[in-house]
């Protein structure tokens, strides 16, 4: 997130050099009007997830999606405000995580800089909802979300991006020059990661591989999918082009990449699905998680790649939603409602890779396989930190106090077991 500016080679490596953190920057008008409607546009994601989510659902278990989604967000405020942004951004102890501005009093540069982080912390922690959907109870989602906005999410943005904040590279990931601009890793890879734990811990949905159940759990809503994805790519602009964290001549650039990217995504989502799927015709779920997929993987290097790099991104990002969703829940067995693993997780990795693979030479100062070394090392410090210490996590509550509904409870819809809203009341629109 956000470009820094001197770009040295040091011990066969890419380092950052130190410079004027957003602390030091003049919050002119024109920057503080981006940046709040940025921070508007990637609120507005919630929204475009919600509808994803309820879409790709039971309509019996939508309103708990639903539910979830805005939980999760106000959960997401609170602990991000009290701890969690001063564990990412607070003074480092040993570039692992920050030991202060905790439950801070907000004004001028840090009140716009802690709300745009707010919002990816937000979106971080909305990727699991709708992957264990149908089967998980509402009280421990809370836990989870609780998690992953306090702690998971925190205390890896500080190793990869806790030197935006007062422009020394404190985290240990960044003092090495791992770049993400604006979250392949940090918040998608995250978010993909904490979800297969929570997948795996749960488990599928009831006969979910049974044969000849499996037409129970398509989804209720393409229409609501279809809105909840505009939304996204809408919110998304905001998502990359904010985290320039100013205004300049990169915008527009940074905005043609990524809806290049998503673009070809799900172009090449449309055609692999329409050649490979057994019915011969293109899968409109596939459709939309390539769209999806190609905006995670150009999301990471936006900045530093051309307009062909960002087409290559999107068009590979939207062949691995088809291929690795398929693999994962058809093959692993591995039961995501909404691919968030693959969308998130997976392509995430992708456009971390991308990064040192595309990126123009004119940001590079040393050679680019050392670069990808870095980037490699993040990735796998992200599923490590992201996805064992979740898993972790999920198993004890598991064992203490199970994280998923009675089968009696999943038949019945989570609408009425969680919520005590009855069958007439469901309807999605």
Same mark, same amino acid.
């Given at each position: ?74 959960? +997401? ?5 009290? $701890? !969690?942004?001063? *564990?990412?951004?607070?003074?480092? /102890?040993?570039?692992?995580? #920050? %030991? ?119 989804? +209720? ?5 279809? $809105? !909840?994805?505009? *939304?996204?790519?809408?919110?998304? /602009?905001?998502?990359?082009? #904010? %985290? ?186």
């Amino acid at each position: 997130m956000g470009k820094k500016i001197g770009i040295v080679y040091i011990f066969g490596m890419l380092n950052l050099q130190a410079g004027d953190g957003f602390k030091e920057q003049s919050l002119d008008p024109s920057t503080l009007s981006f940046l709040l409607i940025c921070s508007a546009l990637v609120f507005a994601m919630q929204a475009g997830f919600m509808c994803l989510e309820c879409g790709m659902s039971r309509k019996i278990d939508s309103i708990n999606v639903a539910v979830k989604n805005i939980s999760d967000f106000l959960i +997401s405020a609170a602990t991000f405000w009290i $701890i !969690g942004f001063g *564990i990412m951004f607070g003074y480092s /102890f040993y570039g692992v995580l #920050g %030991s202060s501005m905790f439950a801070s009093s907000l004004s001028g540069n840090m009140a716009i800089f802690f709300l745009f982080q707010l919002m990816f912390c937000g979106a971080a922690a909305t990727i699991t909802s709708g992957a264990i959907s149908g089967r998980a109870k509402f009280s421990t989602y809370i836990i989870m979300s609780a998690v992953i906005s306090a702690v998971i999410y925190p205390i890896f943005g500080h190793w990869a991006w806790g030197g935006l904040w007062d422009g020394r590279n404190t985290g240990w990931l960044e003092s090495l020059g791992f770049l993400d601009f604006a979250g392949s890793t940090v918040v998608h890879s995250v978010g993909g990661w904490v979800a297969l734990a929570a997948v795996i811990v749960i488990g599928p949905r009831k006969d979910r591989y049974k044969e000849g159940a499996r037409k129970n759990y398509r989804p +209720s809503s393409y229409i609501l999918v279809y $809105i !909840g994805l505009f *939304i996204l790519m809408f919110g998304w /602009f905001g998502f990359n082009a #904010g %985290s320039n964290l100013q205004v300049d001549s990169s915008l527009p650039v940074i905005v043609v990449n990524t809806i290049l990217a998503g673009a070809f995504g799900g172009l090449s989502a449309l055609f692999y699905s329409w050649w490979t799927d057994k019915s011969k015709t293109p899968n409109p779920a596939q459709i939309a998680n390539g769209v999806l997929g190609g905006l995670v993987g150009i999301t990471g290097c936006c900045f530093w790649v051309s307009q062909f790099s960002s087409v290559v991104i999107g068009l590979i990002a939207g062949i691995i939603t088809v291929a690795g969703s398929r693999f994962i829940e058809e093959r692993l067995k591995i039961d995501d409602v909404v691919s968030a693993i693959t969308v998130h997780g997976i392509c995430g990795v992708w456009g971390t890779i991308a990064t040192a693979l595309f990126m123009k030479s004119t940001f590079l100062a040393g050679p680019r396989i050392n670069f990808l070394g870095v980037q490699l090392l993040g990735i796998l410090a992200c599923f490590i930190w992201s996805f064992g210490i979740s898993y972790l996590i999920f198993k004890f509550l598991h064992a203490s106090y199970s994280l998923r509904v009675s089968e009696e409870d999943e038949e019945a819809g989570l609408n009425l077991s969680e919520h005590n809203i009855s069958p007439p009341e469901n309807s999605i629109l």
